[in-house]
């Protein structure tokens, strides 16, 4: 200890250099502490959201949306342009079926009308045939039920039978049996005379002279004919019996005065 020094006071210099050392240590602590904030601020937290990079973020995604709204509308454009294609095929086809179904139409109509010619010429036909069928037998009778002999002679049998009805001077130009053969039934005596007046005296007086006899005498009627005469088979018999007497002559069932009668339904 130096001379002249009290023993119980401190020394200045030794309190300066602590006062030193205490002020160093707590800039220390303060510029570390300013270090750990800056260093805090600078790394973002994850919590928080990085305010920097979330404009890019947003940007980006509304780029890729618009472009994506951009095919999409370029997308249904095309399908609204196929769509309306579509549409005028289409519509270019139904006038072409509708064309179609007009030329269709004009040939059913044209078909049907042909269609009717032929038959209006078919009946014309079948009627001119049946009338020159009808004058081919103009002269013809048929006798029924005259029994059919073994090598008979059907011209001498039918002049016997002509004057059993009463006309002794009548001639013959042929007679032969017709018809189908039905086991149980002698054939027709077809017969076709010289002159038609002949016939009519024949038949007026045939039913009378033959009234006792197994056998008569019909008229040689056409198929169209025969099958007319039997159509109204029931009503002839009704008026007959009811006191109207009709003719069958020319394919109708006639009145006295030639008219044909007109039957009900």
């Known amino acids: 200890m130096p001379k002249g020094q009290s023993k119980g006071r401190k020394n200045p210099n030794e309190d ?12 220390l ?36 949306l618009n472009k994506i709204k951009e095919l999409f509308m370029t997308e249904l454009d095309n399908l609204q342009e196929e769509f309306s294609r579509a549409v005028v095929d ?21 078909l ?20 020159q069928e009808r004058l081919s037998r103009k002269n013809n009778i048929r006798m029924v039920g005259v029994k059919l002999t073994e090598h008979e002679d059907c011209s001498a049998i039918a002049t016997k039978i002509i004057s059993e009805v009463g006309l002794q001077d009548c001639k013959l130009e042929r007679a032969h ?3 189908k053969r039905i086991p149980g039934r002698d054939q027709h005596l077809l017969v076709k005379l010289t002159f038609h007046q002949d016939k009519v005296a024949v038949m007026k007086k045939a039913r009378q002279a033959l009234a006792d006899k197994d056998y008569y005498i019909i008229d040689d009627l056409t198929a169209e004919d025969l099958q007319e005469k039997r159509k109204w ?30 039957f009900g339904g």
């Open 177 to 179: 049996r017709d018809g």
């Open 233 to 262: 088979r029931t009503q002839v018999q009704a008026l007959f019996d009811a006191g109207t007497r009709l003719r069958f002559i020319a394919g109708r069932w006639r009145e006295r005065d030639g008219k044909p009668y007109v």
């Open 29 to 64: 602590t303060r510029s570390q502490a300013r270090l750990t904030r800056n260093q805090h601020r600078q790394l973002p937290s994850p919590q928080e959201p990085d305010i920097d990079t979330e404009p890019a973020f947003s940007t980006e995604f509304h780029a890729r």
């Open 112 to 131: 049907e009308r042909k269609i009717d010619e032929l038959q209006t010429r078919e009946k014309l036909h079948a009627f001119q045939i049946n009338k």
């Open 90 to 110: 289409l519509r270019a086809d139904l006038a072409e079926l509708a064309e179609d179904q007009k030329d269709l139409n004009n040939k059913y109509k044209d």
């Open 16 to 27: 300066e250099a602590r006062d030193v050392q205490q002020s160093l240590a707590e800039s």
